[in-house]
Each structure stands twice: as C-alpha cells, then as structure tokens.
C-alpha cells in the first residue's frame, strides 16, 4: 500500500507533521528524494536522463513567457493544449526518441503514462521554481532588516524591500499547476490498494460539494493504512472513496481518460475531532 500526499510533489511546501507512511510522489528524478517520504513508480517512460532533458527543453519553452503564472496557466490545461503551443512540440520529440531507442515502444498504448509523467515533472518544476522564490524573498527581507538597521531606521521610516517587488515575490510563490488538473495523473499510477492523503481543506471541501461522501474511520481502518492508533491517539482520520471523476471534478461518462471510472480511496485528518470536513 502507497499513501500519497497531494497535491505537493516537495514535502517542503507542507507544513503540518505528517501521519508516518504518507509519502510524495517523484516523477522520475533523484533530485525529488530517494528517503523513505519519496514514492518514484517503476514503470516510468522517461528514464531520468530523459526527464532532465524533457525539463530542460521546458524551461527553455517556458523563458518565452513574463512570468511563471503564465507557465503554470499553459501547464495546467489540457495536455493537448499545453503541447501545441510549444515550437518544439516537446511530447511528438519524446515520443520520437523513445521509439529510437526502444524497438517495443508502443506510443498509443503508453501515451497516456508519457503524458502523466510529463505533466509531473511539470509540476514538481514549478514548485522547485516556487521554493527558489520563496530562499529569494527570505534573503530580501533579511537584507532589508540589515539596511534598516544599518542607517537607524524604524519600521515607519523605510519600507525595504519596495512593495512592488515583495508584491511581485508573493506572486511568483502562489502560481502552481490547478489541482485538478493534476490529480488524473496522480491517479493513473494509483493501485487498489493505494489512496491519496489531502490535508488542504479547501479541496476536501470541493470534493464534499461534488459528492464524495466522507466518514469517520474505525480503529481498524486505521490500522489498515499503517497509522497506529496506539502511537498517534490524537487525530482521528475520515475516509471516502469515490471515482476519478468525480476527486477530477469532471462529468461522469467523460470517457478519454478510462482509468477516471475507478474508485479511489482518500483520507485526511479530521481536524474537528468529529464526522465532516
């Protein structure tokens, strides 16, 4: 069993403690963690050499936009849509590589895992970019501390950094891949056996709005996901299980991604010590 966290690819972004066995996804590359906290499928299409250059070309496509919003907007749509507006056409190179060096790739049949993976590496691009904003507003305002106190200054009398550039700062670090966008391929890699742990409540409770019903798990439940209740008595933890439509956000009988008609499992902490998010 496999407890993914979602919808952060870099336990860095979180921070509340986390329930032991939850675990975050790597798309393909050592830099996204080999400890215990990183799960890294083996049936990935792209090696990570291959990975590394596919988020390679990507930065170059992406240099072509102002700004990251921009990047994470094409991203975050329809993997067609993101595709066709790159001069390279990134996936049909990949695609085309692939099939050089391997006589018994079959593109229709792995599109969709070279598609998923690709959108992954992606995201969790996205979010290295957002850590790297986040160390450079950290440094600025550490220098702005400095340049205060160096010329005596009080908070009233000198504003550092200028507001627009923190504004501009706090901006980069909020864009990141639209969550529904990215659970399909979350889900793709996802076994029976397997469920996605959610912390953000605001996506608890979307899912509430589109019919995923939640309940309280038993001690046994619990158990069944490695979460010790002997060890951890505090939380308590609610479950639902629903398909991949509805945890997408999409109709039902949408029929181009089939793995969406399964059900999945989800669970999360039951932060008001009673049944409902």
């Not at 993101?82 to 018994?104: G, L, M, P, V």
Request: aromatic fraction near 12%; include cysteine.
């Amino acid at each position: 069993m496999t407890i993914l966290f979602f919808p952060r690819l870099h336990a860095e972004l979180v921070v509340q403690e986390l329930p032991p066995g939850v675990r975050f996804f790597n798309p393909g590359l050592k830099e996204a963690g080999t400890s215990s906290d990183s799960w890294r499928p083996g049936n990935l299409p792209l090696n990570e050499d291959q990975a590394k250059r596919y988020i390679g070309e990507s930065l170059g496509f992406g240099e072509q936009f102002s700004s990251p919003a921009d990047l994470a907007y094409f991203a975050g749509g329809s993997p067609d849509d993101f595709y066709s507006r790159t001069s390279a056409a990134i996936r049909s190179e990949f695609s085309r590589k692939r099939a050089a060096e391997n006589a018994d790739w079959q593109p229709e049949c792995r599109k969709p895992f070279l598609t998923g993976q690709m959108m992954l590496l992606l995201a969790w691009t996205l979010e290295e970019k957002n850590l790297e904003f986040r160390y450079l507003g950290e440094k600025t305002d550490n220098l702005g501390h400095r340049f205060k106190t160096n010329l005596g200054l009080d908070e009233e009398e000198a504003e550092f950094p200028p507001m627009g550039l923190q504004n501009a700062l706090n901006g980069l670090e909020s864009e990141v891949m639209a969550w529904p966008k990215l659970i399909p391929w979350f889900l793709l890699w996802m076994t029976d056996a397997d469920c996605l742990f959610v912390e953000d409540r605001k996506i608890l409770a979307e899912w509430q709005e589109a019919g995923v019903d939640f309940g309280l798990l038993g001690r046994e439940e619990v158990a069944a996901f490695d979460f010790d209740p002997e060890e951890s008595p505090g939380p308590t933890f609610l479950g639902a299980e629903a398909s991949g439509l509805q945890l997408a956000l999409l109709p039902e009988g949408k029929k181009d991604r089939p793995w969406l008609a399964k059900r999945y499992s989800v669970i999360c902490v039951n932060e008001e010590g009673k049944p409902g998010i």
